[in-house]
């Protein structure tokens, strides 16, 4: 699709420092607003990919939409009528003295035996949504904050083959950021109570062009793996963090020489938050 087109050289022009990150902002945005105009969808609204195309990637699943939710309508006046014909606005400021009377009656009751008021039940959070808050501050400006995506996002974010995604996972953490000519991106997959989906990650990159490079000195469990296009270079580190299946990107002109000591300093960033093992 014309628009998947757009995105990919926007970023590529990002990575290669040829557009401020303001720039990219205004014209992704402006590329996402043309296509769903057309299309009907919005792709890729929901997350920042900032990752030049991989050969062999499967074309995007289409995103489902977020269906609108139905606002409660809620009529102060039928708190104290029912469907009966109306009796006039006597009646009706009748009912509501006496409702207001028989609820101050049972506040009085209440207090007079000292109960006290149920605390609200605690909000369940997803562990997805507690790691959003406890991901390190990635360096540059921030392109996508961090955000919960549906796991099933993986595959059109280049990280893993459909199906990979356990049904029992909270959620896939994205995050963004845009360093100079330097690009940042981190994935954090909420395995579930199911396997590392470590190895399918990797399987996943290597089928997709990319080749094993060596992992960082004094370094274990992590899998490292680069790619490199005519202006662009990237690394992924890879690697288990307890439930958490990690991803670290960066994406850097193909002639930075100093862009692997610079990844290497992210990867033991993220690494100090989500340990390996």
Request: proline share 10%.
């Amino acid at each position: 699709m014309q628009w998947q087109d757009d995105l990919r050289e926007l970023d590529a022009r990002l990575a290669a420092g040829r557009m401020s990150a303001g720039e990219h902002r205004r014209r992704r945005d402006e590329v996402l607003a043309e296509a769903s105009s057309t299309t009907g969808r919005i792709p890729g609204s929901a997350f920042q990919s900032a990752v030049p195309p991989q050969p062999g990637w499967p074309p995007p699943n289409d995103v489902p939409q977020a269906l609108p939710v139905p606002q409660p309508h809620f009529d102060g006046e039928a708190v104290f009528t029912t469907a009966t014909p109306q009796r006039g606005p006597g009646r009706l400021v009748v009912v509501a003295v006496v409702a207001a009377i028989a609820v101050g009656a049972a506040v009085w009751w209440a207090v007079s035996r000292g109960d006290k008021p149920e605390a609200a039940a605690p909000v369940a959070v997803s562990p997805a949504a507690e790691l959003v808050v406890k991901l390190p501050a990635l360096p540059g400006t921030v392109v996508s904050q961090p955000a919960v995506l549906p796991a099933t996002l993986g595959p059109q974010l280049g990280l893993y083959a459909r199906g990979v995604a356990p049904e029992d996972s909270s959620g896939l953490v994205n995050t963004a950021t845009a360093d100079g000519p330097r690009s940042l991106v981190v994935n954090v997959l909420d395995n579930g109570a199911g396997q590392d989906r470590t190895a399918q990650a990797l399987g996943y990159a290597k089928a997709s062009g990319w080749v094993v490079a060596p992992a960082p000195e004094g370094t274990s469990g992590v899998e490292v793996v680069r790619t490199v296009h005519p202006t662009v270079q990237l690394y992924r580190g890879i690697y288990r963090s307890t439930r958490w299946t990690v991803l670290v990107t960066a994406t850097g002109a193909a002639d930075d020489e100093g862009f692997r000591a610079y990844f290497e300093s992210v990867l033991d960033r993220t690494r100090a938050t989500l340990p390996v093992g």
